[in-house]
């Protein structure tokens, strides 16, 4: 009898409508853990340089966890992994969505489901234990994501299925679409929405029965009820329930100096307080969210009580949408925030991108570098709501200057072949609204060399952070408590590199990031003992880094393939060249230059390519990569070259 | 004799369903929701959750059903319980009771239900918000009733 895992995968083929369970052997669950490790090394076999992130042979796959689905504190989380349309060159891919679907995907008996190929028209998945169906699904194609979560429920007669569907973005391959379960979790980042849609299927429906067993029943359950109390306990886990992300918005603004205000331009704004936790927890929080068996539910439910949009109800915003469709484009009215946020997740786009997309093109207006005959006629002012709410339609609808937006900030500067400084991506894929000149120096190391482009989620180094409410914790981990100085280069690689590394254990175990960076209630250690006493194993917490540096490798050299390193890892100008214009961090820039080849030594990277020696991959048990890297490395060597001359 | 009982305020649940995974987890060693006593009612789209647990009633309409003498009542907790060894697995309780607490054991093939864990209720041990309270009737609305009038007076 297998424990924690199911062991099995369930394989799909939209082409031909085919339907496989595939073995997960032991061997290959304890190499790669499972969720975010399970698909990465599934991405990486089966998904090579030369696939189209559109066409039907990209794979689009959810993977969930040992301990998913049990009684671990925060343990539902699903990662959605496929080749990416958003990069360029388009690569890796992933993301990682809360709710309640994951748990159900396990109780249904599966590690991981893999679609492949493209239906002929619009179809769901339904999957009810051993038995899975394709439905056809041309009735609900065009809906917005509540309608066809609703309408799927209501003909399976199972208001207790969990849906994970895509709304008319991933219909229309808008690049950042997403994917949302349970109505309002998302899978935002990297457009798993839109490999999606082209896959021709509108959502994910399951329902389980099972059970995961768990093989030491009472040490897990004294395990698990002594983090809980922990964490019952811990200040950032008080204050994520109390406000939700929403409270980062005071310190980011007023101490920290890394508000993205239009675009990037600068760090604070003197109103800012107008989007602060207190604010929305005291006028506009109808409902806190838990994600499944999550005790710290920093999850919003918001309702707009009067104004323009009274009586508006959605699940969120958090941080990184509030920030990116509110101050991004030049809005703080929070009223407004909770309404787009409501558009873009109904809609089915990641709001990152979308308002990435849409600060680059009020900025190019303000510099005069788009006219209204780019834009259809419209005028591109900061802070209009009225022209934010209307883009954040025609971009889902690809309709006029939305359907240039939709492809994102990189490719529409590439389109008019104007604004290429103003677009703040890293690889093609934007930014979140996270400023490293204020922030912090780790985040910055993990933006330019992240798997997945511009984002916050490569490490979530918080040891820089919060780090400092944990006496002691920062010391211990590196050495020296200098390194809780966000703005201080000392240790920085080797914390950026060990936040990484847990936190691919973290994902793939799973285990929501906040429980252990953020909080830091829950450590390494914990980790290995929570995994240890669930599946009837014997784990350490440095085997499991050690995996967690393994899945970092592999992804690593997922992008090497595709011919992307040194010259890639690269954060947006403004954050290595543009000083902070004023606030508390005035003067600042991100020290690329200095860090970045130091983090490539403290990884084991080829300091000239970037590229993961070939001694280290056979240190991580990957050596049966390192030739093929090997060839790719050379052929990179010649793309350094041509860049030179 | 003043027992205490399970009481429910669904406006601090946030439908997280820890409670359904520390019942299952306890009563039969594995983590499904079905195995569960105790379970979470979910509206995703409107936002709003609702645990639902046994109420342990005075004149409990399961026990009343059951023609097998399988249920009774636990004189030290208050607890209604159900002997599984004398249950026929004819689900007469399932349908009897009002707010729909049996449950059925898929493979012991036995009605299965809230047994106030012999005092001490994982669920509500666990419950990170409060929604579950194992408490005195009296002790729950009066406290209740301080919250309401510290509001007014606060106002
Ligand atoms: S199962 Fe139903 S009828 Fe029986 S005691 Fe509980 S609530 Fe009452
Ligand atoms: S544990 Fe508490 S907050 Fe979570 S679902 Fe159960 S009653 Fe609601």
Redesign the interface.
Known sequence: MLYGWTGKRLRVDLSTGSVKVEEIDGTYREKWLGGRGFNSALLYREVGPDVEPLAPENKLIFGVGPLTGTFAPSSGRTTVTAKSPMGSPPGFGDSNMGGHWGPELKYAGYDQLVIQGKAAHPVYLWIEDGRVEIRDARHIWGKLVPEADAIIKEELGNADIHVAVIGPAGENLVRFACILNDVYRAAGRSGMGAVMGSKNLKAVAVRGTGAVSIARPDEFYSICAGIRERLRKDLMVQMLYDQGTWLLTMPANYEQGWFCWRNFQKGNHPDARLLSGENHRDNYLAHREGCFACPISCGRFSRIPGGRYAGETTGGPEYETLTAIGPRVGLLDPEAVIHNNKLVNELGMDSCSCGGAIAWAMECWEKGLLSGEDTGGLALNWGDQELVDKLIKMIARREGFGNILAEGSYRAAEHFGRGQDYTMTIKGHDMSQDDPRGLGFAFGIGFATGRRGGDHLQGLPCLELTGAFYPGLVKKILGTDEAEDRLSPVKKPEMERYQEDLKAVGDSLTQCTFTHSWSFAVQPEDMARLLSAAAGIDCDAEELLKTGGRIVHLERAYWNRLLVGRLEDKNPKRFTREPMPDGPNKGTVFPEDELIPRYYEVRGWDGETGFPLPEVLKDYDLGDIADELEIYRKKYLDKIKMSQS | MIHKTLLVDPAKC?????CE??C???H????????SRTRVI?F??????FPTVCAHCSKPHCMTACTQGAIRVDEETGAVVINEALCSGCRACLTACPHGQVGFH?EKRVAFKCDLCGGDPNCA??C??GAIKYSGVDQFLMARRRALLARSIEA
Do not use: D, I, V
Not at chain 2, 28 to 35: D, I
Not at chain 2, 44 to 49: D, I, R, T, V
């Open positions: 946030t439908g997280c369903r820890t995974m520390a299952s987890l306890r039969e060693a594995k983590c499904s929701p079905l195995l979910k995703e789209a409107k936002g709003l959750n898929p041990r666990q990170p918000t």
